[in-house]
């Protein structure tokens, strides 16, 4: 693929949404993009239309019936396909790049270590939905459980957010397995915020220069 592809993983309140502003507004400020190229902004799930619905349908609070474990594990796999086929690929095929809030670590950490389904399911599931797109790099923004709980106090949980601290913490060591990986960066996101986009855009300088 021309362009590059940036993901940012991490449980609730870790602070991917600030983090990726910061980013975004740098990388806008600098020749890192190829000129006549330009950033795009994304999330999972509930980056195209359609992945909007179907964010709904997994978040919100006020179903009767929320969806079982493994329809949602094949929501957020169908979001992911329209999400990779209507954005993901086409702008990275023009040269464009992409930072997307969430994507396969997600539903590895959150279904697979939270909710304990097959990893082995999950992954044939993502090889389907990704087609073979995978990030240039995923930044883990690591905080600790009682961290993410503390900073969501006077915020209303979503549907997944209200499973509870076992769930969360489940979660949470999916991403530290998950990290491990060669193509994953961890970072502590309890400094201070200029030191945790410094970090990051080390990252990326390196990045460019090793590909
Ligand atoms: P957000 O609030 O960060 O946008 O994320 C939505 C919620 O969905 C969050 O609690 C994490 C959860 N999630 C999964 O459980 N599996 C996934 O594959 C993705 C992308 C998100």
């Known amino acids: 693929m021309k362009g590059k592809f940036i993901v940012f993983e991490g449980i ?18 600098t020749d ?21 619905s179907i964010r709904s349908l ?7 019936t929320p969806p079982d474990s493994i329809t949602e594990l094949l929501l957020y796999a169908a979001d992911r396909s ?8 086409p702008t990275l095929e023009k040269g464009d790049w992409v930072i997307s809030d969430r994507f396969c670590g997600s539903t590895l950490a959150y279904q697979g270590y939270g909710r304990n389904l097959d990893i082995n399911l999950i992954k ?52 530290q397995a998950l990290s491990e990986d060669s193509n994953w ?8 915020k200029e030191k945790i986009i410094s970090e990051i855009k ?3 300088k390196k990045l460019l220069k090793n590909k």
């Open 12 to 29: 609730d309140g870790s602070g991917k949404t600030t983090q990726i502003n910061e980013l975004s507004k740098w990388l806008i400020g």
């Open 32 to 52: 890192l993009i190829p000129e006549n190229n330009k950033l795009v902004i994304t999330r999972e799930p509930g980056g195209t239309k359609l992945g909007k």
């Open 58 to 64: 997994l978040l919100d609070t006020s179903r009767e």
């Open 82 to 89: 329209q999400h990779v086929n209507e954005i993901i690929r």
């Open 124 to 175: 044939d599931l993502e090889a389907i939905a990704t087609q073979g797109i995978a990030p240039d790099i995923t930044f883990l923004l690591d905080i600790p459980i009682e961290e993410s709980i503390r900073r969501r106090i006077n915020r209303k949980d979503d549907r997944i957010e209200k499973e509870g601290r076992e769930f969360l913490s489940n979660v949470s060591l999916g991403f």
């Open 185 to 192: 960066k961890k970072i502590s996101a309890i400094k201070a």
């Open 202 to 204: 080390s990252e990326i």
